[in-house]
Structures are given as C-alpha cells and as structure tokens.
C-alpha cells in the first residue's frame, strides 16, 4: 500500500508544474547520448508523449553529428571541423540532409507514434521555415546561419494536435541551392524564440554547468554566465550551449535548462520536479 500511496505522491508533487506549464511552447534540442542509447531514446519518446498529453506543447529539434560523421567515414569522405563546427562541403552537405531529414528525424517520428504521441517531421527547408546565409563559405562552406525563422508552418502542425520533430536543414534564397547545415543549439535557440517557447531545454552528455571543482551549478542568470565564460570555468563545448541560452532568454524565452541526457527521464526531473536534474539560466 506504502509504495501505492508514494506513486500519488509523485503524481500530486508534480501538479503545480502540469498546471503551470499547460499549453505552452517548450523546444527540446535533442542530442548526445540520449540520442544513441536504445534505453534512453525509449524513455525520451516516453517523457515527450506524457508531456504532450498533459497539454504542454514540445518541439523538438535534433542534432545527429556523431551519426553524419560515422557515415562520412563508412563512405569514405573526409570531414573537417574549425573552432569546433563541420566544414560542411557540397558532399558533406548531402549526407548531412540524408541523416538528418532521412534516418534521424523518422526515427524520432516513429518513436513517437509507437509510444502513443502523434509527430510529424520536417526540416528546416519544409514551407522555408528556416532561411539561412553562409556562416563564412571560404572557412566553412555550406554552414549556414539563421536569417529568418518562418514560424506558421510549425504552428500549424502544433495547432492540428501533433509534436513537431525538426531537423536542422535550412534553406537558401538562390534556386538550386543545396541548402545549409545548421548547428542544432542555435536552431533550437531561434525557433524558440520565434515560436514564443515557454522555455527551452538542451540535452547534454554533461550533468549542467558545472564550476572549477566539477560541481553542477543548478541556477545561473545571464550576468553569472558571462562572468564564467570570461574567467574560463564555462569553456570548450559548453559556451555555444550556454549562448544559445543567452540567445534565447535575450528574445524573450523566460528559462533556459541545460541538463544531462543520460539520466533516465530527465526531461520529466527537470520539467515536472521542483529540484530538477540541471543547470537552469534565467534572465
């Protein structure tokens, strides 16, 4: 009866944030480990589809970079990274949309539909939802930078009942173009900004931020994180996290979560739970 009465418990602690949360935009940049990891991917599909029948509205955007480059080595193709973003050449760019429009994204959407949730999948070239111009094409080639962000497409599939699944693709203004390779925290930064998210949340292989003694740092405002970055404790792979976090809070996203991937359900910890499982930065 004891364990009966501790699973109401659960369900009753996590009332107020179902409430608080209903009917809002969250986007979810979904990466490292929980999108390798066949248990983790299960339980991902699982948080998301109980978030969406409790009435909260996820948008996922994905990376696949571990994906793009193992498939980059099975064909043979040289790839090359500057200040830690893919070189993306013309081949490079047609894997990369292979990956990530083709074998990523469906296998998101059918995770989804098999766990009872209704998604639907598309990149950023589907309705121009994203348009992008060269990040710098004599360094970087097809790596694009955002320009604009074209939100009604999106809205619609949110509006008719489904979670959206977005790959990073964007797509060009000259005709013919191959379209250009987005990094996928920065897509998730702008589309929840454009699409007004409640908040945004960015999966790592990392248990948050963390200070100079490898302690998780559990609450950070924008002042604090940059005070990190300058004096070096926010370093390496974690600053284009922590400035997509800025980015959005900046366009008027009210939280930004960074939180380990690899913790089962740790999308539901850090969402449903008053201690969460991460880093949060505010404003």
């Known amino acids: 009866m004891k364990s009966k009465i501790d699973v109401v418990k659960t369900l009753l602690d996590a009332l107020p944030f179902i409430k608080k949360f209903s009917n809002e935009k969250i986007v979810i940049k979904y990466g490292g480990s929980a999108q390798t ?32 480059t193992s498939l980059l080595a099975d064909l043979g193709v040289e790839t090359e990274f500057v200040d830690g973003q893919r070189v993306t050449t013309k081949e490079v760019m047609r894997i990369a949309e292979m990956v990530l429009s083709g074998e990523i994204n469906k296998e998101i959407v059918s995770l989804l539909n098999n766990h009872g949730g209704k998604a639907i999948g598309i990149s950023g070239k589907d309705a121009k939802f994203l348009e992008a111009r060269p990040k710098d094409f004599d360094s970087f080639g097809y790596t694009g930078v955002i320009e604009q962000v074209n939100p009604e497409i999106v809205e619609n599939i949110i509006d008719d009942g489904f979670v959206p699944v977005i790959a990073p693709i964007a797509s060009s203004s000259s005709v013919g173009h191959p379209g ?66 800025i980015e959005a809070l900046r366009g008027g996203v009210k939280k930004a979560h960074i939180i380990d991937g690899r913790v089962e359900h740790s999308l539901l910890l850090e969402i449903l739970t008053s201690s969460g499982v991460g880093t949060c930065i505010e404003l």
């Open 37 to 68: 990891s066949p248990e983790l991917k299960e339980q991902f599909a699982q948080d998301i589809v109980l978030l969406h029948l409790v009435g909260m509205k996820p948008i996922i955007v994905h990376g696949g970079g571990k994906s793009i």
């Open 180 to 245: 250009f390779n987005i990094n996928a925290d920065l897509a998730a930064s702008q589309i929840a900004v454009a699409l007004e998210a409640r908040k945004v949340l960015f999966l790592t292989d990392t248990a948050g931020v963390l200070d100079k003694e490898m302690r998780l740092i559990t609450n950070l405002d924008i002042a604090k994180t940059q005070a990190l970055k300058a004096d070096g404790t926010i370093s390496g792979g974690m600053v284009p996290k922590v400035d997509a976090c």
